[in-house]
Nanobody
Framework: QVQLVESGGGSVQAGGSLRLSCAAS????????MGWFRQAPGKAREGVAA???????GYADSVKGRFTISKDNGKNILYLQMNSLKPEDTAMYYC???????????????????WGQGTLVNVSS
């Protein structure tokens, strides 16, 4: 099974940027989708961005134009570049993976095979 470890969270002022990383190890899927999710206190986990092994991507409407998901296949690292951050982006951010999935599948938290432990993003106004 694949193991996922996120990093890159922190505190930033509104309008700032952060880049999250998710390192994958163990059994690496050859066909897969991966996604970034977030969960704010008292709210359900929601999909933010997803990518599949073909490189197709998808985003939640709330982050389109501000966040970019990408992957480095050689290093088995998934990234989330977050620009123009807003206070409402404050949450714990998780990466997840699913074997054989297309990106649309990995925009929902209900179908993932593996999860990381999360990294906290705090955006102040």
């Amino acid at each position: 099974q694949v193991q996922l470890v996120e990093s890159g969270g922190g505190s930033v002022q509104a309008g700032g940027s952060l880049r999250l990383s998710c390192a994958a190890s163990g059994y690496i899927y050859s066909r897969y989708c991966m996604g970034w999710f977030r969960q704010a206190p008292g709210k359900a986990r929601e999909g933010v961005a997803a990518i599949d092994s073909d490189g197709s991507t998808g985003y939640a409407d709330s982050v389109k134009g501000r966040f970019t998901i990408s992957k480095d296949n050689g290093k088995n690292i998934l990234y989330l570049q977050m620009n123009s951050l807003k206070p409402e982006d404050t949450a714990m951010y998780y990466c997840g993976a699913r074997r054989y999935g297309r990106y649309a599948t990995c925009l929902s938290p209900n179908y993932l095979d593996a999860w990381g432990q999360g990294t906290l993003v705090n955006v102040s106004s």
